[in-house]
Each structure stands twice: as C-alpha cells, then as structure tokens.
T-cell receptor, first 108, second 115 residues
Framework: QKEVEQDPGPLSVPEGAIVSLNCTYS??????FMWYRQYSRKGPELLMY????GNKEDGRFTAQVDKSSKYISLFIRDSQPSDSATYLC????????FGAGTRLTVKP | DVKVTQSSRYLVKRTGEKVFLECVQD?????MFWYRQDPGLGLRLIYF???????EKGDIPEGYSVSREKKERFSLILESASTNQTSMYLC??????????????FGSGTRLTVV
C-alpha cells in the first residue's frame, strides 16, 4: 500500500464547476498537509498548506483535512481554464511525501 | 522572486554516459532535494542534503550520487546512465526539513532522455 494515495484522473470539468480533489494516507503521524499545483513543463508550486485537522480557505480554494479518516481534500470553486494543471497532495512529518497527482482540465 | 534554477530543461544522453544535473537556489535554504517524477508514480525522493557536504539517501538512490560543495548548489550525478533513468528530474529546496508552512520551492525540472 502506498503511503499517500491520489487518483491520477484525468479529471475534466466545464468552466465554473466546483472541483473536488482528494488524497488518502496511511501514516497517522503526518501533521502538515499541502497541495501543490504543477503546470505543464513546470515544477510544482505550493498552493495551500494546512496544519493538522480542519479547513483553510484562500480565495476560490479550500483545503480540508480529516485526520480521523486520513483523508484530505482540495475544493476549487468557480473553476477557470487557468486552473488546468496537475494537483499534487503532499504531507510530512520530517520529510515530504507526495501523491501521484491528479491532472485537471477546465474547459471553457 | 526566490528561485531554484536547474541548468538544463531538456537533455538527451547515451546509455553508459556520466550525467550531471545542476541545481542552484538563491534563498539561502539549508535543505535541498532531488526527485524524479514519472507518470503514475508521482515524485520519488532520490537524495537530499541538510547542509553543505552532507547527503542522505532517499527512497531510490541506486544509480545516482550527489554533491553539495556549496550551500546554494546541489548536483545530481548519474554514474552510468541507463534507459530506466529516463524521467523528469526536479530539484527543490526548503528552509526547514518538515512542512511547517514553508513547503518546498521547486525548479522547473530537467527532462532527461537516455537512449
């Protein structure tokens, strides 16, 4: 079993849709949870960060962590074509563990 | 704007060649990392370094070595390139080792093809 599981998609939605991206994990010791966005032919960039359980909102993006279920989510409201990218979840104790990434396409 | 710069975007090398991938960061970060990224497998840690002249093996170090002679520079070396090392290589740096809100800053990647 992988330490971090993420559905690779691809996921295709119309512009304006609400997008839900998810990861599950097996190591209950993870404390820090992140989402990275990676555009084609670029390196990942940090999008959202959450410590322990709870929600965090930043504009159209909401990150949720449910430590009891070992489940994290990223919601994108009013999705835009510019949101088309691969989204990687990541989590850490002392070093970072990444999901495989979900490829998202938002169609105009 | 802080940066992690990888020297090459695309490289094509022959089987058996010794390959050097260079990475430079301008953020005075202590920690630097080399990952490879393959479809369906995500990012896998090859080597990392917490300080100058220090190095630690990651999850898949076989066939690779690293060098960190200066704080800002972290080099990945493929001792004898093989076709199964064809991949996207990503360098990253961080202020501290854990997540703790800082995350990692990544370079744009080097797409290496070994023929």
């Amino acid at each position: 079993q992988k330490e971090v599981e993420q559905d690779p998609g691809p996921l295709s939605v119309p512009e304006g849709a609400i997008v839900s991206l998810n990861c599950t994990y097996s190591n209950s010791a993870f404390q820090y949870f992140m989402w990275y966005r990676q555009y084609s032919r670029k390196g990942p960039e940090l999008l959202m960060y959450t410590y322990s359980s709870g929600n965090k909102e930043d504009g159209r993006f909401t990150a949720q962590v449910d430590k009891s279920s070992k489940y994290i989510s990223l919601f994108i409201r009013d999705s835009q074509p510019s949101d088309s990218a691969t989204y990687l979840c990541a989590m850490s104790i002392n070093d970072m563990r990444f999901g495989a990434g979900t490829r998202l396409t938002v169609k105009p | 704007d802080v940066k992690v710069t990888q020297s090459s975007r695309y490289l094509v090398k022959r089987t058996g060649e010794k390959v050097f991938l260079e990475c430079v960061q301008d953020m005075d970060h202590e920690n630097m990392f080399w990952y490879r990224q393959d479809p369906g497998l995500g990012l896998r840690l090859i080597y990392f370094s917490y300080d100058v002249k220090m190095k630690e093996k990651g999850d898949i170090p076989e066939g690779y070595s690293v060098s960190r002679e200066k704080k800002e520079r972290f080099s990945l070396i493929l001792e004898s390139a093989s076709t199964n090392q064809t991949s996207m290589y990503l360098c990253a740096s961080s202020l501290i080792t854990g997540g703790e809100g800082y995350g990692y800053t990544f370079g744009s990647g080097t797409r290496l093809t070994v023929v």
